[in-house]
Structures are given as C-alpha cells and as structure tokens.
C-alpha cells in the first residue's frame, strides 16, 4: 500500500496538514521503490528478479521508479541498481502538465486529481512531478509495456503519446524496450483491462 491523495481513502492516512503523510509526492513513489528493494532481499525472490505491475496511479509510480537512476542515503534505499528489470503500466498517467484537448474535453477529474495530488496548479511544478520529466533524464531504460484502452476517460490518449514521444523521439532509446499499446474499442481502466487479452494480435 502506499499514501495517495486525497487523505482519509485509506484506513489509518492523515489529513494533509501533516506533511509526511499527506499522500503526495514523493510518499508514493518512495513507498514502491521500498517494496521493490524489500522484494530484491526476499529469498523467494528468484535471482533477485523483480517486476512491478501497476494500474491508474499505480502505473504513474511505477513507470517513475522505472526511469528513476538516482541514490538515496537512507530510505527507500535506493539506486540505479535497485531499479525493477521490467515494467507494465495499465492506464497510467505520465505528464501531469498535459493540458491536451482529450484531456481539457475529458469527462474525468484529471485536471482536479492532478492539482490535489501535486498540491499545485502550476503545470511545471507538475512536470517536474511526472514520470515523464523522469524519462528526460535518465541514461538507460529497462523493459516496460504501457497498455491502456482506446476510449479510457481515466487515461487520455496524449498521456501514451507524449511519453513515447519523449523515449522514440527525444531521447532516441531503442522502441522493443518500450511498446506501447491501445486496445480497441475500449473503456476499460486500469486493472478494468485484465481479463482482456493484452497482445497485438
């Protein structure tokens, strides 16, 4: 489990006047790069193998650890190393800046959700929170399938688009480490997707 805003959705989480348990960045992200260096040290944990699976909010933390190649000194304990060897990323939102028309026009809280959780209206503020501001900096990727459905109002097309344009296009990283995918004539989100039959064709 990890904090997420707003406060009091999970059992035990304070309200947001205390900042160390406000359900925001960088509790989250924090939280799941925690479970994947726990997970490394497990002795079921096969050759210290480690996948992280994620949907919704899920899948925005954990594409963010995937990409992120820093070092902390103390908890969550971790390094370019620690990071997971593969990802897959169901609905998951990736520029929390996006101010696209599908998101604009969308029938979803994006834009509400966006500002409760970076406790900011300001879309570089945003940015510098997002998973893509991550893919900006980093030298190496590791495996990772993003996966969301065509007509998902929780995911906006552009969320898919920008962060693939930023590995295709900006940085130039090899593609088959990071396919992305959108399933046809769906509304389905996040874990939604799960009995659905995640392949091309």
């Not at 898919?160 to 480490?177: A, D, H, M």
Request: hydrophobic share 35%; charged share 15%.
């Amino acid at each position: 489990e990890y904090p997420e805003a707003p406060p009091f959705t999970i059992q035990g989480q304070a309200d947001h006047s205390s900042t160390a348990a406000s359900g925001r960045p960088p509790e989250q992200t924090n939280a799941v790069e925690a479970a994947v260096v726990a997970a490394r040290q497990d002795t079921h944990c096969y050759h210290s193998l480690v996948g992280v699976l994620g949907g919704s909010c899920g899948a925005a933390h954990a594409a963010f650890i995937s990409f992120d190649d820093t070092t902390t000194s103390d908890w969550p304990n971790w390094s370019n190393d620690a990071r997971p060897n593969c990802i897959v990323c169901l609905s998951g939102q990736y520029d929390f800046s996006d101010r696209d028309n599908d998101v604009i026009l969308s029938p979803s809280s994006f834009i509400h959700d966006v500002e409760n959780y970076t406790n900011t209206v300001s879309p570089s503020t945003q940015w510098a929170l997002s998973p893509i501001a991550k893919a900006h900096t980093v030298d190496s990727l590791i495996p990772m399938y993003f996966i969301r459905a065509e007509d998902d109002p929780g995911s906006p097309a552009s969320q898919s688009t920008y962060l693939w344009y930023e590995l295709n296009q900006v940085r130039g990283f090899n593609s088959s480490y990071y396919p992305m995918w959108s399933i046809p004539m769906n509304d389905n989100h996040a874990f939604g997707l799960w009995q659905q039959k995640i392949k091309d064709n």
